[in-house]
């Protein structure tokens, strides 16, 4: 498999029996999600060339559609865990941007208190509970979650990439949660790399969401850049995990726009690949489909300037807010 986009691959067929009204003003908040969250990874990208963001930071522009999507099919309690590349995962699950913002520049006021940075978020108010540093952590986090969701009638998913699924956190938890019928939904961003190296360079079989199948786990291969084509995947997949019908994996297909992280300018990428993928950027996707269902010209850029002023203002009460208190140790309440 290469790094196509999905367009141009076979599509997965429609998921049958499911009449889904398409709201268009449930899908213009949906982009305007997008939109923050790319407006949120150019002022990281800015602040990161200023020396605001300390250590490194790994954007997920290009892949907004995935984790907006898989959020308009969960309830406002239900758990998600995402990884390194989780500003997307926190925004799209409610984070507020200033919260995210501040925790980016190690600020007091972040959602973390300034002590998580960018890598390791975790907003346990929006049903975050964590994004994760190590790869495929964010699978097994999701699917001890899940021990509990299930309890709570609640369903919890994890956001990993294409890499994840060659460490043996993917195979055990999916093993683990069919034999425990867990309300899961895991979702792979297959963005076609893993750091420098191109997925099919490293993975046995070519095919991600085919390894669902040993565990007798249903699958599909969606367009991740189409923000319709991923809110009805989740949908099914949400009513599976809620009516107990079990886990699901969903492959989504989409493509970083940035290297891996700030260190790489990803020039081991063919230009013509990266061109064929700009051309299918998520939001132009999503703004071309608004204006065809009826959406008008100016709803639409009303809330482009929205999501600009909005991280704007984010922005600026990040830079203004204080570091933390070195003296304050956050945790030791847990630590005694
Ligand atoms: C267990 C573990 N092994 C290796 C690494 C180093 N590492 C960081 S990101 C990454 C690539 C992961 O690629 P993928 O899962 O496709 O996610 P993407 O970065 O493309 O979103 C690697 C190997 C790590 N953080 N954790
Ligand atoms: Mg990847």
Known sequence: MSARPAQETERAPEPAGLEREHDPGAFLDAYARMVLIREFEQAIHRLFLKGEVHG????????????????????????????????????????????????????????????????????LEHGLVGCFGIVGGSIAAATG??????????VSVAFFGDGATNQAYFHECLNFARVLELPVVYVCENNFYGEFTPMENVTAGGEIAARAGAYKIPFTVVDGNDLWAVRDAATEAVERARSEGGPTLLECQTYRHYGHSKSDPAKYRPDDELERWLARDPLTIARERLLADGIGEDEVTAVETEGREEMERATQAALAAPYPDPRERPGSEFSG
Request: charged share 20%; proline share 3%.
């Open 56 to 123: 490194t930071t790994h954007l997920s522009a290009g892949q907004e559609a995935v984790p907006v999507g898989v959020c308009m099919a969960l309830d406002a309690d239900d758990y998600v865990s995402g990884t390194y590349r989780g500003h997307g995962h926190a925004l799209a699950k409610g984070t507020a941007p200033e919260a995210l913002a501040a925790e980016m520049l190690g600020r007091a006021s972040g959602v973390c208190g300034g002590r998580a940075g960018s890598m390791n978020v975790v907003d």
């Open 145 to 154: 979650a899940a021990l509990s969701a299930r309890r709570q009638g609640r």
